[in-house]
Structures are given as C-alpha cells and as structure tokens.
C-alpha cells in the first residue's frame, strides 16, 4: 500500500496508513540450520511422548547430549504449535467427598 514513487513522502504515508516505518524496513529472519534440527528432535520426541512439556523435553534433549534449555525448548515448541497432554486437577470436587468412610 505504501508507493515509493508517490508524492507523498514515506513518512506521510505510513502515518496516514497507521503504520509504523520501521515495518517497511522489516526482512524476516528465518530459524538456524541448529535450531531446525532441534525442531525435528522434538517433533520426533512430541509424536512418542505428546505428554511431555518443554521442562521434560528439555531434560530428554540433555540426556541426548543436545545443549538445549528449557526456554529454548518452550520457544520452539511454541512456535510448532506443539501443547502436551495433560490431566487438568479437578477442583470442584472436595477432597471429603473423593474419601471413603
């Protein structure tokens, strides 16, 4: 929507527009070749073990000798779109009435 060829200047233009200039500058920088391979680890590890969270992954790509933290981990997994499993506690019940007398 933006022309560089128009009379307007770039700056006029992207506040007409409401957007920010930086925005026209913007390339997209895609994943590293390391982070890609971790990325197929973990979809590999995900497809054996859907209950594992980024923590527990973490901890998996460690044991494999992959230096790969859980944050790093959590990004990724995020980025694949990737929930683990989980049974959510039940909190409506009282722990009373879950005992036998």
């Not at 506040?15 to 500058?25: A, D, F, G, V």
């Not at 982070?35 to 790509?61: C, S, V």
Request: a positive charge; proline letters at 4%.
């Amino acid at each position: 929507m933006v022309n560089r060829d128009h009379a307007l200047s770039l700056r006029k233009q992207c506040e007409l527009l409401q957007l920010s200039r930086s925005r026209l500058y913007y390339q997209p920088v895609g994943e590293s070749a390391e982070n890609l391979r971790f990325m197929e680890i973990i979809d590999k590890q995900f497809l054996e073990t859907p209950w594992y969270g980024a923590r527990q992954m973490a901890r998996h790509m460690k044991r494999n000798n992959h230096q790969c933290g859980h944050h790093r981990v959590r990004r990724l997994m995020r980025l694949m779109r990737l929930v683990p499993i989980y049974q959510e506690p039940n909190t409506s019940k009282s722990i009373r009435s879950t005992r036998s007398c």
